[in-house]
């Protein structure tokens, strides 16, 4: 299995330009979510999904959108990118009924 | 809303000295994530606590959860080079908003081992 993937690794785009962070798992888990990571924070939550079809809003969802439409894919896009998008963003996911997240590797986002 | 306050924030210890890490929630939690971050890496799962007072082990790392479920604690004995990284916390209850798991993470405490 490789676990949780994400792609791209890097990215640099510039302010009011979209684009989509990949999330795939290969483990049938029901559960995925979408984190931001900022220097000296913890993770925040920006959307989550308990199931394909079905996606509900995080702590900080403004300036992002998903969808799942099947259990494997999770796709993150930014709208209209904003230097305050600035961050690393991580992806994970969980089989119900059990507690442990898998986190995939993340993607550093620059918004110059 | 929830908060998940960590301390320290930066950790120095000699290698072979003692770590902890505390964690407080300023409401009462359902269940308290641990997790383990290296540099440049990606957040590992370490452990979940549910019960009042519970503590669990894993090898040289004990973690604690408080009588009234509002801390959390996490000590690592004669620490290695290889617990270097950053450990958060993740305070867990129904209705924060923080998604299926309602969690909110602290921002962690960074542990610099020097040999």
């Known amino acids: 299995n490789a676990g949780v993937t994400q792609t791209p690794k890097f990215q640099v785009l510039k302010t009011g330009q979209s684009m989509t962070l990949q999330c795939a798992q290969d483990?049938?888990?029901?559960?995925m979510s979408w984190y931001r990571q900022d220097p000296g924070m913890g993770l925040r939550l920006i959307h989550y999904s308990v199931g394909a079809g079905i996606t509900d809003q995080g702590e900080v969802p403004n300036g992002y959108n998903v969808s799942r439409s099947t259990t494997e894919d999770f796709p993150l896009r930014l709208l209209s990118a904003a230097p305050s998008q600035t961050s690393v963003y991580f992806c994970?996911?969980?089989?119900?009924?059990?507690?442990?997240?898998?986190f995939g590797p993340g993607t550093r986002l620059t918004v110059l | 809303g929830q908060q998940v306050m960590q301390i320290p924030q930066y950790q120095h210890v000699q290698e072979g000295e003692d770590f902890t890490t505390y964690c407080n929630s300023s409401?009462?939690?359902?269940?308290i994530q641990w997790y383990k971050q290296r540099p440049g890496g990606h957040p590992v799962f370490l452990i979940q606590l549910v019960k009042s007072g519970e503590v669990k082990k894993q090898k040289r790392l004990t973690f604690q959860f408080g009588e009234a479920k509002k801390n959390s604690s996490l000590h690592i004995t004669a620490t290695q080079t290889t617990d270097v990284g950053t450990y958060f916390c993740a305070g867990g209850t129904r209705y924060s908003g923080g998604g299926a798991d309602g969690l909110t993470f602290g921002k962690g405490t960074h542990l610099i081992i020097q040999p």
């Open positions: 483990m049938n888990h029901e559960y």
């Open positions: 994970a996911s969980r089989r119900s009924r059990t507690v442990e997240q898998f």
């Open positions: 409401t009462t939690l359902s269940n």
